[in-house]
């Protein structure tokens, strides 16, 4: 079913889900959405699975009209939102009608904002996943950032749309934040005065991040001997620190091994703050246990379960 027809993709704009993941092995990065909370919110609020496809845009300048009655929602850390130039609420799910213009900017604070929509789009497969891989050509809308004048579809709805998300669920978005980090796998690499100072200092982002990795601009962090290690496996948030001493943080498009140290790795769960955070903006860090780590990350996953379990009882009943 024909949805949406792009008058103006923006800086860049691209079809994302969670993510294409059982191909690491084969040299596959995972790729899919920046910020997975917003996305999986987002799909909730139109009705649709978390981990439907949705179009991720960059720092605003997207317009597109609609072709069909269809419900939709924008996330991501506070955008603008306008339905035939009239502002409407982020977070929550409209309607529009056919003939209808959205147009999405951004407020200079966030850089990833979502457009869901009800039955989410309808973009080929690619090793299970219809996230776009744009180095690798693949996924999304042939491989590629969208254009004007590029035609999506999606496909039948399947809920009922939800109105709004509870503010607790919502990523607690800050221009400066602090994100919680568990220390490793190698900071047995590094002297234990630079440890000190990964978490003492305030690192910068700078314009070279894209959507493999967060480039941090700060106080230098040495090594005891070599930066260099035997290539491993890199996760999503590990924080590995080249010879240069500058941490760099590896985000969706991450490649999928790496042969640099890694300080410590980022909490999932902070992840939407930590890739919200615009170039010229500073972040911290502080150090929390695994075990942490892990109870935060299933108290996170339960609430979420708990919220999803209401909506599909009401939408049963």
Not at 38 to 49: D, E, F, R
Request: aromatic share 10%; hydrophobic share 40%.
């Amino acid at each position: 079913m024909k949805t949406l027809h792009v008058e103006e993709p923006g800086l860049l704009t691209t079809v994302q889900d969670q993510g294409r993941y059982g191909y690491q092995d084969k040299g596959v990065p995972v790729s899919g959405a920046m910020d997975r909370a917003a996305l999986k919110l987002g799909n909730v609020l139109v009705g649709n699975i978390p981990d439907a496809a949705a179009l991720e845009i960059s720092v605003g300048g997207f317009q597109a009209r609609f072709f069909t009655r269809t419900f939709f929602a924008v996330t991501g850390f506070n955008p603008q939102v306008f339905l035939n130039e009239h502002p409407v609420p982020s977070w929550t799910s409209h309607l529009a009608e056919a003939g209808d213009v959205l147009r999405v900017e951004s407020k200079g604070c966030g850089i990833w904002h979502y457009v869901c929509l009800a039955g989410g789009i309808d973009v080929p497969l690619v090793l299970g996943s219809r996230s776009t891989y744009l180095r690798g050509r693949f996924g999304g809308l042939e491989g590629r950032a969208l254009r004007q004048g590029d035609v999506l579809a999606t496909n039948s709805p399947q809920y009922p749309p939800v109105l709004r998300i509870p503010e607790f669920l919502r990523p607690p978005y800050q221009e400066h934040p602090t994100i919680r980090v568990v220390l490793g796998p190698q900071e047995d690499a590094f002297l234990p005065p630079s440890i000190d100072l990964f978490f003492s200092a305030s690192y910068q982002v700078t314009p070279r991040s894209d959507r493999m990795g967060m480039m941090l601009e700060g106080p230098r962090l040495q090594h005891r001997h070599t930066a260099d290690i035997i290539s491993e496996g890199l996760a999503h948030g590990a924080i590995q620190v080249p010879g240069e001493g500058l941490p760099f943080v590896l985000l969706a498009d991450r490649p999928t091994t790496g042969g640099y140290a890694k300080i410590a790795t980022v909490f999932s769960g902070d992840l939407p703050l930590l890739v919200q955070t615009a170039p010229g903006r500073s972040i911290r860090f502080q150090s929390i246990s695994i075990w942490e780590a892990r109870e935060l990350y299933l108290k996170n996953a339960y609430v979420f379960r708990r919220f999803l379990e209401r909506c599909l009882g009401q939408r049963e009943s």
